[in-house]
């Protein structure tokens, strides 16, 4: 487990001395999560404090990789999903699948043209869009969780699958049905099932 999904997963329970007051103390203390741009916030209240990952903003101003949003809380994802992705999320996908571009559009049933001439002048994905590449995110994080090494997760995700009705992981990725089920299909898996 990362330094970030320690932080990330932290409950501590704090007792605060002293307080006299029937509302509780709030403070928030944005730090840097050490080797990392990710930005925690902590707060701290009377009885609890809960470590949460505030905003996902690489250092710059820039937008976050593919990968650093899957690790954010569903809030953040919401927020830049709808303020529209970086259309180069599509590349850093494709670089991590080892898919060509062409493929990884088809699965996801996005337009070529469209996205192609997104990445070329580097406009933001529409929310669909973005979702759909989001989804394929998450389901590459949760495949190398499960198998434990990234060439293993990619292949699998590439690989028809008998109990996904002999489709390719990937290509249900268009919908939200289709993510659940791979979803489903790797916890599974990652509980001894075989799938």
Known sequence: MTKLDNA???????????????????????????????????????????????KALPTGGQNPSIFTLVRCNLWDQTV????????????????????????????????????????????????TEGDAVLRSAKALVRAQEVFEDSHAASSWLKREIRSLGGVTPVSLMDTDSGFELVMHTLGRIEHGVVA
């Open 80 to 127: 830049f999903v709808r303020q529209g992705l970086s259309s180069k999320t599509v590349v850093e996908m494709c670089d991590a699948l080892a898919m060509p571009r062409a493929s990884f559009l088809d699965y996801l049933q996005l337009p070529r043209s469209t996205i192609e001439a997104r990445i070329k002048n580097n406009t933001p994905l529409t929310p």
């Open 8 to 54: 990330m997963h932290s409950i501590a329970k704090i007792d605060a001395p002293g307080s006299s007051s029937k509302k509780p103390r709030r403070m928030a203390i944005a730090r840097k999560v050490k080797k990392t741009d990710v930005f925690v916030t902590t707060f701290v209240s009377k009885k609890t404090a809960t470590i949460d990952l505030h």
